[in-house]
């Protein structure tokens, strides 16, 4: 596989992923890609979601980064850390976007542990891909996602977090080096509403910041609408809080594990469908208990009706601020609009409760 680099004064057929000249600047390549995000428009590729339905924390400090837990990536200009077309290929380059703008190419981030304790990699739990620099060279080189495997010539970077300035709010931000052979690299974007990520040992480091994903509670009710539009339910809420914390399917599944319900089978009447669900959610509200998050879990209850039959299992939103459903009595997990019963007819919801 090739791609084309494209300068005012050349054409040069390069391997994935490219070589390059040890002088050249990370601001003067890859803009002419001929996939490159377009500057101040919307990225193109599947909605995730319905844009800033899903919404971002205040910083969150360093020293709090639980390998559990899928953060955002944010640097001093309000751009994110992302996935170039939205991680569509067999790998793909790492730059910083508006969020607002490129949000189809933003993933959920994890750290293989707290970056202040110890050097950590960046996952994207949607590929499996971790964050690999283009390289060894001890000037600069282009940080791209691929899996772990990728080669050796393209190392998978462990960064540490360090204290960087405080934001005029009184957010502290940090920077992220890695250990190249003994050389420190700091992880950099150029100016600009989007530009490529690299590491850099002489560029100036991004002074970067760690956010959760967050859904609006007053959101809720148009995020169920639109999964389930000719449904009459009712939503009960039951918290004032205003936000509640997206979240990963791995941590969908880890709250399945963690529950022990893939030991229990349905029985009539004492522990069927909706005791499952109990379950579930009570666990869910466990597991948030060990972590201590600033709001509770976008996890719920959900009842719905065929017209032969009721069932009861858990919803839940997303980071992409999809709604999903998990079925607790054997861990499998569907879009809401997808959700039906043995028979295929769609399940219509009656009763909501997160």
Known sequence: MTILRITPTETIDLLVPPQREPHADPGDLLAGHLHAPRRGEDSTGRARGDGP????????PAEQIDANTPY????????VLSVQDAGSGTWEWAYFGAYDSYWTDVFPLQFSGNPVDKPSSITMPARTWPLHSNGTATSWEYAFWAPS??????????????????????????????????TTMSLCADSGSWNWAYVSSTHAA??????????????????????????????KLNTGDSHYEALTTSQVMATYH???????????????????????????????????PEYGYAV??????TAGSAHAVNVFIDTSGTVQVIEPQN????????????????????????
Request: hydrophobic residues 35%; aromatic residues 16%.
């Open 258 to 292: 963690n529950s022990g319900l893939a030991q229990y089978s349905w029985k009539a009447n004492y522990f069927d469908c909706d005791d499952f669900s109990y379950v579930y959610k009570a666990q869910s509200s466990k597991d948030a208990y060990a972590v201590s």
């Open 149 to 182: 495997d990728y080669g050796s010539s393209y190392p998978v970077m462990s960064l540490t977090a360090k204290a960087a300035q405080v934001t005029p709010e009184g957010f502290q931000t940090y920077t992220l080096s890695w250990n190249n052979g003994g």
């Open 331 to 354: 861990g499998q997990i569907v879009e809401g609009k997808d959700w039906k019963d043995r028979t295929g007819a769609a399940y219509s919801p009656y009763f909501i409760l997160m």
């Open 53 to 60: 339905v899903i919404t971002l924390s205040d910083p969150i």
């Open 206 to 235: 991004a002074a970067l910041t760690f956010h959760k994903f967050y859904v609006q509670r007053k959101k809720l009710d148009s995020l169920f609408s639109a999964a389930w539009p000719d449904a009459s339910y009712d939503l």
């Open 72 to 79: 955002v990536i944010k640097d001093a200009h309000g751009r």
């Open 300 to 305: 719920g209850i959900i009842f719905g009706r």
